[in-house]
């Protein structure tokens, strides 16, 4: 799927699921939503008003192998 087909789908109806690295006691957390072939969207419980981030099936591997990695550790 690409880009352009990532965000034209409609995800009013998709399922959210939280982060289980997310806290429990506070409404901050993350939630995916898993969208077909391999593609996911992100969304920040804290912004709700924001848009979900949405990720192809590639950049989705590539992301999380960089969360695996530490890359993003400050």
């Not at 898993?34 to 590539?62: H, K, N, Q, Y």
Request: charged share 25%.
């Amino acid at each position: 799927m690409n880009k352009t087909d990532l965000y034209a789908l409609d995800i009013s109806g998709v399922t959210w699921a939280k982060s289980s690295f997310s806290e429990n006691e506070t409404d901050m957390c993350v939630e995916v939503a898993f969208l077909g072939d391999g593609a996911v969207a992100l969304l920040d419980s804290t912004s709700r008003g924001r848009p979900a981030l949405r990720f192809t099936g590639r950049e989705w591997s590539a992301f999380t192998a960089g969360v695996r990695r530490g890359e993003f550790e400050g």
